[in-house]
């Protein structure tokens, strides 16, 4: 199992989009990715989109939420934007979804 992963910037912003499922097979992949962005980036957003990620699991989710305390802690802002029905399933039962997921209309 793999995961691919795109980083696009946008202004200020730079756009995390991982391509795959983000499991304990793949999560080391996520972690690295997004621990270079916070540490090196000036870019003070950081949105991970997750329109391609089929399946998220507790390992993942640890990653995200660590990722988004270590953000918040250089003074940025780190969310996940389209999840898809399954991950967003995965972050409701968790408690997360209101925390994690920022919806792009409401901006």
Not at 48 to 74: N, P
Not at 85 to 106: F, K, N, Q, Y
Request: charged content about 25%; proline content about 5%.
């Amino acid at each position: 199992m793999s995961l691919e992963y795109r980083i696009e910037r946008h202004g200020d912003s730079i756009t995390v989009v991982p391509e795959g499922d983000i499991s304990l097979e793949t999560v080391d992949v996520l972690r690295e990715v997004l621990r270079g962005i916070v540490d090196s980036q000036t870019a003070p957003h950081i949105e991970v989109d997750m329109r391609s990620v089929g399946f998220l699991d507790s390992s993942g989710i640890g990653v995200l939420v660590a990722a988004q305390r270590a953000a918040a802690a250089r003074d940025k802002t780190l969310f996940l934007t389209q999840p898809t029905p399954t991950v967003r399933m995965v972050l409701e039962i968790a408690h997360l979804d209101g925390i994690l997921v920022r919806d792009p209309a409401v901006d």
